[in-house]
């Protein structure tokens, strides 16, 4: 079993808030990923990660940021939340196995701007 | 990276073998396959992976032809719980690879 870890998994916040999305890992996994993903749609990658000081922009442009400080910790950060940014957001970090880049992922982490 | 295809909906019936075929024509040859599990408001989770021929785990069976061009993943007597998004990934071993999930295939099992 997988241990990556989201917080908080729901937040309702209001618009023009800052917010801060948590997830770490505890397997020492260098590459580390985030998705958006709305209600039966198509996962979109948004950022991630080869390791420690490496940070790129997935396929999806989103108007978050994130850090990766740490091996194991790779916060998502919304500056300013909108109502457009509604959505659910999964973290994800994939280990260097024989096979290949196994991928395993947190809960989620639904928001919602009001 | 392999593009991957795969259909985008299927419905079966509890009790019923479920078979999902995913087309990877230029697949490498240091790819190999992994299938995920998405059920809703949940983030997707392995289930099996395969470089070649047939690998069954207690979930599932992976098929893979000599041509490693296709593969399909069956689903043994599916129940209601096996309705999920499955998606098909094919992973280069090493460094630079970034998973992108795409569609994936919608399974709907009805009583």
């Known amino acids: 079993e997988a241990d990556i870890y989201q917080t908080p998994r729901y937040l309702v916040i209001g618009t023009g808030k800052k917010i801060t999305l948590e997830c770490s890992q505890t397997?020492?996994?260098?590459?580390m990923y985030w998705y958006q993903q709305d209600p039966g749609m198509e996962l979109h990658l948004i950022h991630y990660?080869?390791?420690?000081?490496?940070?790129e922009k997935g396929d999806l442009s989103s108007e978050s940021t994130v850090s990766r400080i740490r091996t194991e910790h790779f916060p998502l950060t919304l500056e300013s939340a909108r109502p457009s940014h509604t959505s659910q957001y999964l973290c994800?970090?994939?280990?260097?196995?024989?096979?290949?880049?196994?991928?395993?992922f947190g809960e989620g982490s639904w928001l919602t701007v009001v | 990276l392999a593009k991957t295809t795969q259909p985008i909906s299927m419905d079966s019936y509890e009790g019923q073998e479920v078979n999902i075929t995913c087309s990877h024509n230029?697949?490498?040859?240091?790819?190999?396959i992994t299938w995920y599990q998405q059920f809703p408001s949940q983030g997707p989770r392995f289930i099996i992976q395969g470089y070649k021929t047939k690998v069954t785990n207690e979930v599932a069976s992976l098929f893979i032809p000599a041509d490693r061009k296709s593969s399909t993943l069956s689903l043994p007597r599916v129940s209601l719980s096996d309705t999920a998004v499955y998606y098909c990934l094919v992973a280069l071993s090493g460094g630079s690879y970034i998973p992108t999930f795409g569609r994936g295939t919608s399974l709907i099992v009805h009583p």
């Open positions: 230029n697949i490498a040859t240091n790819d190999y």
């Open positions: 994800a970090s994939s280990a260097k196995d024989r096979a290949g880049n196994t991928i395993y």
């Open positions: 990660s080869y390791g420690v000081n490496s940070t």
């Open positions: 397997m020492g996994h260098d590459k």
